[in-house]
């Protein structure tokens, strides 16, 4: 089956760094992914739309400057957490898109934990 | 703007009990309408999803949903739960766009 894989898994950082966290598609071509984050006991709020070899379709109330995606090839893509602080601490999660009309599916990576002390 | 209601956000039952997890969506146009589940530990899985057609979609592990288009309604059902179903469960929505909208999830609990 279609599998996502995010790196790394869990990362705790200083406040004020930045932060890369990779999503892959391992055995399939991804033009388009999403990132979400999860808050605790919450739903997955979908932050941005990441499509490859354009610029990323950024949510309402999402700083683009703060959470900058790139999608370089068809099966990677990346969210960088620039300056991050302590309320930039949740669960991002990625998923890639197969697909299209009633064959589309997004299957999701396992997520990565921030904590940003 | 697009929303997703699940009503239940802890549901407790016992081995063999049915299990009935509610998800209304709010859109008046057509709609693709999916239920994702995620095991303690584990990503997000697919469960079934309902695209056009027959309103009454079977998915894995024995679960189903209705979609009930009068009702704006897509509730999950299994007949008979197992421990193993312990999980928190996502209901989701897209409307004319790629874009997946999530209920709050459910969180249901097995006892043996």
């Known amino acids: 089956g279609a599998v996502v894989s995010q790196h790394p898994s869990r990362v705790i950082c200083k406040s004020g760094t930045s932060v890369k966290i990779e999503c892959r598609s391992l055995?399939?071509?991804?033009?388009?992914m999403f990132w979400y984050r999860q808050f605790p006991k919450k739903s997955l709020m979908l932050m941005a739309t990441?499509?490859?070899?354009?610029?990323?379709?950024?949510e309402q109330g999402v700083e683009k400057d703060k959470f900058l995606i790139n999608h370089a090839s068809l099966t990677l893509s990346t969210l960088t957490v620039t300056s991050a602080h302590p309320e930039d601490s949740s669960f991002y999660i990625c998923?890639?898109?197969?697909?299209?009309?009633?064959?589309?599916?997004?299957?999701f990576g396992p997520g990565t934990r921030l904590l940003v002390l | 703007a697009q929303s997703v209601s699940q009503h239940n956000h802890h549901v407790i039952l016992s081995e063999a009990a049915s299990l009935e997890l509610g998800c209304n969506y709010s859109?008046?146009?057509?709609?693709?309408l999916f239920w994702y589940v995620q095991y303690p530990g584990q990503h997000l899985q697919l469960l079934l999803k309902?695209?056009?057609?027959?309103?009454l979609v079977k998915g894995i592990k024995g679960f189903e949903a209705e979609f009930i288009k009068s009702k704006f309604s897509f509730n999950l059902r299994k007949p008979s739960v197992q421990w193993s179903d312990t999980a928190e469960y996502f209901c989701?929505?897209?409307?004319?766009?790629?874009?997946?909208?999530f209920g709050t999830g459910t969180r249901l609990q097995v006892f043996p």
């Open positions: 998923s890639a898109k197969i697909g299209t009309g009633w064959r589309e599916t997004q299957y």
């Open positions: 055995d399939f071509q991804a033009t388009t």
């Open positions: 990441s499509n490859e070899g354009s610029k990323a379709t950024y």
């Open positions: 859109y008046g146009g057509t709609v693709n």
């Open positions: 309902y695209f056009s057609g027959d309103p």
């Open positions: 989701a929505v897209n409307a004319g766009t790629d874009k997946l909208i």
